[in-house]
């Protein structure tokens, strides 16, 4: 019997104990992301019914905590984020909106890491975004068929932009009436002002005929703009702070607010909303 025969069934022996080495490592760490993943989806589960019986929202919101893996934040006592997503909330005067809310890199001592019990507890960063669709936007300026686009991306899907399209028919009308808008914000309220008429009926006849803004008369541009003009105020939003940032992106307008060092409880990561009558809330 040569050398090599005497040293292949010895690698082989090698190679099977590498494998069951390696198997078994894999099992245990494929084991224990599933329970990591197990401990943050209860702890996700607990802080959405916790938002939803202490507030008026419609229905619990989507909870998600960041950070992998998850457990260790009991060690390190910062939550990397915990976000909030509320949807179909039924703010007076503008309808049912979405309202987003994150609080990033959070300091919670180790029990509220599997409680989610979060009770005043620093964090660098606090952001919410509220979205406000064509229905939303339409009801404050009186326009039951308002559509709300991109100016440079109209792809359903485009990138956020400070310009938009807005497209309804103003009171009177029976054809709609297209106009560039830009969104601003001025002292803590948000703007949405028309800058050019596109198109437009020229008549208030269900058969008027859409023609070109630089063609219609100057009174009609006029009522126009005058109806695709809306101020909103900061203090009418459901955000906790003013409104930062403005922006229309995939058929919605989105505004934003920020805070920076701060410190948060859960109630913080909901808007306040008016409740709903007992018999039209989802079951506990």
């Given amino acids: 019997m040569n050398e090599r025969d005497i040293a292949t069934p010895h690698l082989s022996r090698g190679w099977k104990r590498t494998l069951v080495a ?3 490592l894999i099992g245990i760490v494929l084991g224990a992301t599933l329970v990591d993943a197990l401990i ?22 989507d909870v998600h905590l960041a950070g992998y893996p998850y457990v260790w934040a009991a060690v390190s006592h910062e939550l990397q984020a915990v976000t909030v997503n509320a949807k179909d909330l039924d703010v007076p005067g503008f309808g049912l909106v979405s309202v987003y809310t994150s609080a990033q890199y959070v300091t919670i001592p180790r029990a509220a890491v599997f409680s989610g019990d979060i009770q005043n507890a620093p964090a660098r960063k606090m952001f919410t975004r509220l979205q406000l669709d064509g229905v939303s936007i339409g009801s404050r300026m009186g326009l039951n068929d308002l559509h709300i686009q991109n100016l440079e991306d109209i792809s359903p899907r485009g990138g956020w932009e ?30 949405i002002t028309p800058t050019r008429v596109i198109d437009g009926p020229d008549s208030t006849s269900a058969t008027a005929k859409i023609v070109d803004g630089d063609d219609l008369s100057p009174d009609a541009q006029r009522a126009f703009r005058e109806a695709f003009t809306l ?4 203090a009418e939003l459901p955000l ?19 805070q920076f060092y701060t410190t948060v409880s859960l109630d913080d990561l909901t808007p306040h909303v008016e409740p709903l009558p007992e018999e039209e809330r989802p079951g506990l």
């Fill in 22 to 24: 390696l198997g078994t």
């Fill in 40 to 61: 943050a989806a209860r702890v996700e589960h607990k802080i959405s019914q916790n938002l939803y019986e202490q507030s008026n929202l419609p229905s619990p919101p």
């Fill in 162 to 191: 400070t310009e938009a399209i807005l497209q309804g028919s103003p009171k009177g009308y029976k054809r709609p009436v297209s106009v560039a808008v830009s969104l601003r914000i001025k002292a803590g309220d948000v703007y």
């Fill in 231 to 234: 101020k909103l105020s900061g």
């Fill in 240 to 258: 906790r702070k003013s409104p930062m940032r403005v922006y229309v992106s995939g058929g919605s307008i989105y505004v934003e607010s920020e």
